[in-house]
């Protein structure tokens, strides 16, 4: 059974920064990519962040140049570095498995995305 367990979310001021994880349990299950998504007040659930099974990355033009994601394979972990915070990163962040080989914010939707984190809440304040 795939399990997806994020941690590391929690409040900080505005340009503070936060490491979430995620430690994936995949079984058999064979994946291409990994990520990100965030629900943010008043918006509809976005994908931010994805990386590949050889280490590609690719973000959304919301967290480009201030957010980076890695993955450590022989713990089975993905991470989200998040630096620079602004007070509209608030939100709850949802590690995610997708899909087929689309790996990026424009090609992955929650349609393909085919296992989901419970979540980590993120607190940006002014």
């Known amino acids: 059974q795939v399990q997806l367990v994020e941690s590391g979310g929690g409040s900080v001021q505005d340009g503070g920064s936060l490491r979430l994880s995620c430690a994936a349990s995949?079984?058999?299950?064979?994946?291409?990519?990994m990520g990100w998504f965030r629900q943010t007040p008043g918006k509809e659930r976005e994908g931010v962040a994805f990386?590949?099974?050889?280490?590609?990355?690719s973000y959304s033009d919301s967290v480009k140049g201030r957010f980076t994601v890695s993955q450590d394979n022989a713990k089975s972990t993905l991470y989200l570095e998040m630096n620079s915070l602004k007070v509209e990163d608030t939100g709850m962040y949802y590690c995610?498995?997708?899909?087929?080989?689309?790996?990026?914010?424009?090609?992955?939707?929650?349609?393909?995305?085919?296992?989901w984190g419970r979540g980590t809440q993120v607190t940006v304040s002014a």
């Open positions: 995610v498995v997708t899909r087929g080989v689309r790996c990026s914010p424009s090609e992955v939707s929650e349609e393909t995305v085919r296992y």
């Open positions: 995949l079984g058999t299950y064979s994946f291409y990519c």
């Open positions: 990386i590949t099974r050889d280490d590609s990355p």
